[in-house]
Nanobody, 126 residues
Framework: QLQFVESGGGLVQPGGSLRLSCAAS????????IGWFRQAPGKEREGISC????????NYADSVKGRFTISRDNAKNTVYLQMNSLKPEDTAVYYC???????????????????WGQGTQVNVSS
C-alpha cells in the first residue's frame, strides 16, 4: 500500500518541542514536493508547511512560521517537522503528503496531495 507513516507525536507542555517523522512506504520521495498538514478537532485539515524536492525551498503558514522547521532526507525516504515553542492551538493530528506530479510547492501547501497516512496525534497541554 502506498502511504506515509507518521510518527513522533505525543503529549507535550506549552513551550515544549517535538520532532515528527514521516516515512514513505512503497514509493520514494525523489523529485516530489512534500507537505505537512494538520487537523484539529472539529476543523478541516489544513496545510502548514511544504518543502521542494531538493529541500532548497521551504514555506510555512503564518501560524507556525518561526516555530516549525520542515526538512527531508531523500536517502532515508523521510521528511521531518521540528516543532518548537508549541502552543495549545497546535493540538491536532499531523499528516504528510506528496505531490507526485511536481517538485515544487504552491506556497506552503501542495497542489495535489497524495498518499495520506494515518497521522500522528500531537497534544499540547499543561
Amino acid at each position: 500500500q502506498l502511504q506515509f507513516v507518521e510518527s513522533g507525536g505525543g503529549l507535550v507542555q506549552p513551550g515544549g518541542s517535538l520532532r515528527l517523522s514521516c516515512a514513505a512506504s512503497g514509493f520514494t520521495l525523489d523529485y516530489a514536493a512534500i507537505g505537512w498538514f494538520r487537523q484539529a478537532p472539529g476543523k478541516e485539515r489544513e496545510g502548514i508547511s511544504c518543502i521542494s524536492s531538493s529541500g532548497g525551498s521551504t514555506n510555512y503558514a503564518d501560524s507556525v512560521k518561526g516555530r516549525f522547521t520542515i526538512s527531508r532526507d531523500n536517502a532515508k525516504n523521510t521528511v521531518y517537522l521540528q516543532m518548537n515553542s508549541l502552543k495549545p492551538e497546535d493540538t491536532a493530528v499531523y499528516y504528510c503528503a506528496k505531490d507526485p506530479y511536481r517538485y515544487y510547492c504552491s506556497g506552503y501547501v501542495l497542489y495535489q496531495p497524495h498518499y495520506w497516512g494515518q497521522g500522528t496525534q500531537v497534544n499540547v497541554s499543561s
